[in-house]
């Protein structure tokens, strides 16, 4: 007991000596000012954009980074590798030295050490590293950039946000110059949807800034500056102009009565007009629609996730409606109440229907789930084989193509030849 007294006093005396510290601990919270209190929203506001102001003038600006090429290639290590200068670490040193505060940042052992490839000296090409320094400096430029649209301040862009962005943006990108002013607004929704789509997967409506300099679709964006991108580049990058309106084209084509939404039956002419009715109807059991009718933001969603059936975005859009049980996974039962619509279409094209047993088999394959009588999403992604299992329920012309595979690639080998041979 003697013991236990001693103990507990000085335990207790040691509580209080923490919770004194705990009293020194520097305040980090500040609440946003609420909607009424008005002064300190402005002083927000204009405090924010002084930081930005201030974190732009930290950036090397068009002059200095020329005279930082002209530093590097003053100081180039010989013998050069072909005909790409080289630096080596002692020399790099010197050039940050002489480059000015501003640069301090690049020129760390550890960016040396990231360079380095296979040079026998060690040393590192100058263009890659310009073109990292030139790299960071822009994607700086674009946090700020972003960071401007950031009402809320909080390091995330809401869709208003973006949409603002991406329509300020549209007369600095030569590529969408032929565009109307009255199309402007499709265009920006079209834009949008695909960042949301993505980058917002819980559907909060946010997406964090550091996400979308992350991803690949900003500089998808800005490739629109390039007077010269060829029509290849064009055809295949979502937000080029004539992308937008191949996608806002077969919306208008499919609207056969023009009311600006769509209908299942104008939405089953999709494509190929081969998705199931079944399929069909969970689209519009679980999207948003308007009285029984998709709206075009809905249907960019749609259309993405079709297009775009081996991401992960993609499959968690499409598995949500495979999933009618709201399980969490496919069972047999899920994956034969699709596949019985597949059968039928079949049948009404005069086709012999495949046995679901035979089907059934060939997916828990490809898919090989860590439960073997459940598919979950997860199961998908890994397998690499989403793309194939989900088109196969959906889709008749989807399945065929796939249950005639090896006569297909057969019939493009023997075209290949008589070519080669002509």
Known sequence: MDLFTKYYTEWKGGRKNANAFYKSIPRFYYRLPAEDEVLLQKLREESRAVFLQRKSRELLDN?????????????????????????????????????????????MAKVFAKLIHTDPYGRISIMQFFNYVMRKVWLHQTRIGLSLYDVAGQGYLRESDLENYILELIPTLPQLDGLEKSFYSFYVCTAVRKFFFFLDPLRTGKIKIQDILACSFLDDLLELRDEELSKESQE???????????????????????????????????????????????????????????????????????????????????????????????????????????????????????????????????????????????????????????????????????????????????????????
């Open 236 to 422: 295949t990058n979502w937000f080029s102009a004539p992308s937008a309106l191949r996608v806002y084209g077969q919306y208008l084509n499919l609207d056969k009565d023009h009311n600006g939404m769509l209908s299942k039956e104008e939405l089953s002419r999709y494509g190929t007009a081969t998705m199931t009715n079944v399929f069909l109807d969970r689209v519009f059991q679980e999207c948003l629609t308007y009285d029984g009718e998709m709206d075009y933001k809905t249907y960019l969603d749609f259309v993405l996730a079709l297009e775009n059936r081996k991401e992960p975005a993609a499959l968690q859009y499409i598995f949500k409606l495979l999933d009618i049980e709201n399980r969490g996974y496919l069972n047999v039962f899920s994956l034969n109440y699709f596949f019985r619509a597949i059968q039928e279409l079949m049948k009404i094209h005069g086709q012999d229907p495949v046995s679901f047993q035979d089907v059934k088999d060939e997916i828990f394959d490809m898919v090989k789930p860590k439960d073997p009588l459940k598919i979950s999403l997860q199961d998908l992604i890994n397998s690499n084989q989403g793309d194939t299992v989900t088109t196969i329920l959906i889709d008749l012309n989807g399945f065929w193509t796939y249950e005639n595979r090896e006569a297909l690639v057969a019939n493009d080998n023997e075209n290949t030849a008589d070519l080669e041979d002509t």
């Open 63 to 107: 002059e200095e980074l020329q005279n930082l090429w002209f530093l590097l290639d003053k100081h180039q290590t010989p013998p050069m590798i072909g005909e790409e200068a080289v630096i080596n670490y002692e020399n790099f040193l010197k050039v940050g030295e002489k480059a000015g505060p501003k640069c301090k940042q690049f020129f």
